[in-house]
Each structure stands twice: as structure tokens, then as C-alpha cells.
């Protein structure tokens, strides 16, 4: 289970099954080693979680070889990192994040109804989805209803035991990262902080992609940016204030950051 966390897929492919009906393992002494290294350790999962990361398969790139590729299209055998998508709670813990509104303290209680007042039957069952800037896994879930976003982004099904999840790519999703209010507010909070950033669009624009992605793109690419940035604060002209046509303009460019495989995979 800790590979699979950290490379998306186990050393058995059937995490719940280690019998005869389930897949033999890529790698077995590999597995093997690797039960033997916990045990010593005093059964500590950080060791185990540092020895992994510590290993040059964990640091490769997801960066294609043909030769490789021809030989093992389905990277059985570990030559680069599989490129994954991130899940549905770590999609929404980074927008908060990065735009400084995720809220670190431990949330009080869920607010649910006063007991005197239920009238809740089986078929009128309780439901409800509390708003909030924690993180996800301070989400209500209810077993009879999944919360509509973990839904939508593959979270695992409540009424059963899951050891891996089928992460999907469908057009409600899609829809979901381009009109939600959430992925707005968290868009305008990012612009808000590189607008607060001191230099020109261009420091601007490469503190955005290098916070937002981790990395600084080629000049073309940054420079096509801020033409956007530019052409979208030209159009609201007269329609704003100075300062907040800036931020509108720059929270434009947050919702194409926060939404493009940049910032929803991990490379």
C-alpha cells in the first residue's frame, strides 16, 4: 500500500488480494526486501516512506525513452515515473493552498441540525455539504450520499472498503475546474498574491508558474502570458478600478494555471 501511494500502482496490482486469484507480484524481491527493511526498522512507516522516496525510481522524470517505451509501454518495470493524476482531495488542498485560504486549525464540530428538531426517514434521510476552507480530510461524508466534489473526482465510495481508486477524466469535470465558484475564489486569491508581488509582469508572471507548477516555462511561453494578462486588462478598460482590473486580469491567468495537467498531474 505505500507503493502504491507513492507510484500509483502496487507491486501487486490487487492490493486486497495477495492470494491465488490475485496478481503476482512485478517485483518480489523487491517486495520482499522491502517487508524485510519495515520489519527492521520496528515496523516504522516513516522509514519505510523515506527509503522509497530516497531511491533513484522515485526521483526518475515521467519523461519518455522510445526504446523503453517500445520494450514496456505500461512501465511494468519502473524505467520513468508514471504520470498520474492527483486525487480529488489533493486537487482541492493545493487551490486552497496556493491561494493562501486554506485554514490550518482543526475545524470545530460539523453543524449539524439539534437533535429536538430531526424528522428524518428513510426516505427524507439527512443530508447535507458544509462549506469549508480546511482541509479535505475534515469533509462531512455520509455513507447513504457521496459529497458532490469528492464524487466527481473519483474519491473512494464510502459504503465500502476501496484499495485503489479508478481515477476517470470526464467532461463534468471539466465544467467543474471552469464555472465552479470555488475554483474562482481560489483563482482570485492566487491573482491577489502575485499581484502583491513586488517587480514587473514579468517577475509576476514567473513567481505564478513557478508556485502554481513548480517550475519556470520557456521565455515564449511566459511571454505569451503576459500578452494575455495584457489583452484581458485592455478589455476591461473603464469597466474597473486600476487595482481590481489588475486582479481580474490576473485571475483569468489563475484559472488556466490551476486547471491546465501542470497543476492536476504529478510528473
Known sequence: RVWQWHFGEGLVTTPSDFGSRGERPTHPELLDWLAGEFI?????????????????????????????????????????????????????????????????????????????????????????????????????????????????????????????????????????????????????GFARRVVSVSGDDHAKMRWAFETAHGQIPEDAVVDDAIAFVAAYREKLEGNDSTGEKDIAAWSALARVLLTSNAFLYVD
Open 40 to 188: 527492521a526498522s520496528g515496523w516504522s512507516v516513516k522509514s519505510l516512506h523515506r527509503l522509497i522516496m530516497n531511491s533513484r525510481t522515485y526521483q526518475l522524470a515521467s519523461v519518455d525513452d522510445e526504446a523503453n517505451l517500445a520494450a514496456d509501454p505500461g512501465n511494468r518495470w519502473h524505467w520513468r515515473y508514471s504520470r498520474r493524476s492527483l486525487d480529488a482531495e489533493s486537487i482541492r488542498d493545493a487551490m486552497l493552498a496556493i491561494s493562501d485560504r486554506l485554514d490550518r486549525n482543526v475545524p470545530e464540530a460539523h453543524p449539524f441540525p439539534a437533535v429536538d428538531k430531526w424528522a428524518f426517514t428513510i426516505h427524507n434521510p439527512f443530508h447535507a455539504v458544509y462549506d469549508s476552507n480546511h482541509r479535505s480530510v475534515y469533509l462531512m461524508v455520509q455513507r447513504n450520499r457521496r459529497h458532490p466534489y469528492l464524487a466527481l473526482f473519483d474519491a473512494a465510495d464510502p459504503n465500502q472498503s476501496i484499495a485503489s481508486r479508478q481515477p476517470t477524466t470526464t467532461p463534468t469535470q471539466a465544467l467543474f475546474l471552469m464555472n465552479s465558484p470555488f475554483v474562482h475564489e481560489v483563482s482570485d
